[in-house]
């Protein structure tokens, strides 16, 4: 069996590095309740080094809102223009129907005034 070039095992390595990396930054996010603590640590150490007295329960709590709301998303605002092309481009169909609708009425009106006047 043929061994492999040194540049492939070096461009593999690099590879398999990279894919570590990205696993390991993974884990580190999703070890939610030590990524808690060392928030509130954190936030306890500026505190104390500014002289500010706060209260333990008072930062876990404040950890705890900012973790259960740092993943949910949170739409931004239409205008009022947004909204508007939003309701016709999901009602089209219902307006299309209405216009089609409409038409016919306005047409089958035409025709009786037309023919009303010949009948005259």
């Known amino acids: 069996?043929?061994?492999?070039?040194?540049?492939?095992?070096?461009g593999a390595m690099a590879l398999v590095d990279q894919l570590r990396l990205q696993h390991r930054q993974v884990q580190d996010?999703?070890?939610?309740?030590?990524?808690?603590?060392?928030?509130?640590?954190?936030?306890r150490t500026y505190y104390?080094?500014?002289g500010i007295v706060c209260d333990d329960a008072l930062i876990a709590q404040g950890v705890r809102a900012f973790f259960a709301e740092r993943?949910?998303?949170?739409?931004?605002?239409?205008s009022r223009r947004c909204r508007s092309l939003c309701w016709l481009i999901m009602h089209q169909g219902r307006i299309a129907v209405l216009?089609?609708?409409?038409?016919?009425?306005?047409?089958?009106?035409?025709?009786?005034?037309?023919l009303e006047a010949v009948t005259r």
């Open 99 to 114: 216009l089609f609708r409409a038409a016919l009425l306005i047409g089958t009106f035409a025709l009786v005034v037309k």
């Open 29 to 43: 996010h999703l070890d939610l309740p030590r990524r808690r603590e060392e928030v509130a640590e954190r936030i």
């Open 1 to 10: 069996m043929k061994q492999g070039s040194l540049s492939e095992q070096m």
């Open 48 to 50: 104390q080094a500014q």
């Open 71 to 78: 993943l949910v998303f949170k739409a931004p605002g239409l």
